[in-house]
């Protein structure tokens, strides 16, 4: 089985924050320290969940979380719920470790992973210091949140990634625009390094529009 680590809101402040890219590698270990103290979380159906225990040697490809989802995460990669079906993936450091960085999908990567560890749960919202979050329900979990108020997190958070996305696509514009206004510059074409983050700025400015 192949296990790719959804990169969350917590983590794209790394890389859409004050030093727009920051480096895979410190990106790559906080989300792993993160991913062994609190474990992975996928999140389906509980149909398909039931399926993945019945078959832990599938070779399919699971999309998870590192730790539990944040409200914001999971409206931004599913679609919120009062209760999510969850399924908790404990893995050993030594397997995290094996882990590689995909600069293309913006994930992290370990393939044929065997699960040993597998837990189903349950996730559900509550409120916490006047916010929406996810936590895995026990016995007394009880939380009955109106419509309005989830529709309402729902749409500030889209906002916020709307915003998000279009800061990043002006400061990669930003950076093309500097670059194709030094033209005369010919010392620029021979440097590798250079044409690298230009092609790399609008690699990330294509799938943005896209």
Same mark, same amino acid.
């Given at each position: 089985? +192949?296990?790719?680590?959804?990169? +969350? !809101?917590?983590?794209?402040?790394?890389? /859409?924050?004050?030093?727009?890219?920051?480096?895979?590698? &410190?990106? %790559?270990?906080?989300?792993?320290?993160? +991913?062994?103290?609190?474990?992975?979380?996928?999140?389906?159906?509980?149909?398909?969940?039931? %399926?993945?225990?019945?078959?832990?040697?599938?070779?399919?490809? &699971?999309?998870?979380?590192?730790?539990?989802? +944040?409200?914001?995460?999971?409206?931004?990669?599913?679609?919120?719920?009062?209760?999510? !079906?969850? #399924?908790?993936?404990?893995?050993? /450091?030594?397997?995290?470790? %094996?882990? =590689? /960085?995909?600069?293309?999908?913006?994930?992290?990567?370990?393939?044929?992973?065997?699960?040993?560890?597998?837990?189903?749960?349950?996730?559900?919202?509550?409120?916490?210091?006047?916010?929406?979050?996810?936590?895995?329900?026990?016995?007394?979990? !009880?939380?009955?949140?109106?419509?309005?108020?989830?529709?309402?997190?729902? =749409?500030?958070?889209?906002?916020?990634?709307?915003?998000?996305?279009?800061? %990043?696509?002006?400061?990669?514009?930003?950076?093309? @625009?500097?670059? &194709? =206004?030094?033209?005369?510059?010919?010392? #620029?074409?021979?440097?590798?390094?250079? #044409?690298?983050? @230009?092609?790399?700025?609008?690699?990330?400015?294509?799938? !943005?529009?896209?």
């Amino acid at each position: 089985m +192949t296990i790719k680590i959804i990169l +969350t !809101s917590y983590f794209l402040t790394y890389m /859409y924050g004050d030093r727009a890219y920051e480096d895979p590698l &410190l990106l %790559s270990r906080e989300i792993l320290k993160k +991913t062994y103290s609190e474990g992975l979380y996928y999140i389906s159906s509980p149909k398909n969940i039931e %399926s993945l225990m019945n078959n832990p040697h599938s070779r399919r490809t &699971l999309y998870v979380f590192a730790g539990i989802p +944040t409200f914001k995460d999971v409206c931004m990669n599913l679609y919120p719920n009062e209760k999510l !079906s969850a #399924l908790k993936i404990t893995l050993p /450091y030594e397997t995290l470790a %094996s882990f =590689q /960085y995909d600069n293309e999908e913006k994930v992290l990567c370990g393939k044929k992973i065997t699960l040993e560890e597998m837990m189903p749960t349950e996730l559900g919202l509550t409120y916490e210091k006047e916010k929406l979050k996810y936590v895995e329900i026990t016995e007394d979990y !009880s939380f009955t949140p109106e419509e309005k108020a989830i529709i309402h997190e729902f =749409q500030k958070e889209i906002e916020n990634f709307r915003y998000a996305i279009l800061t %990043s696509v002006e400061y990669l514009k930003n950076l093309l @625009v500097a670059f &194709l =206004q030094k033209r005369a510059n010919e010392e #620029l074409y021979n440097n590798n390094a250079y #044409l690298n983050m @230009v092609k790399e700025c609008y690699e990330e400015l294509t799938c !943005s529009k896209g």
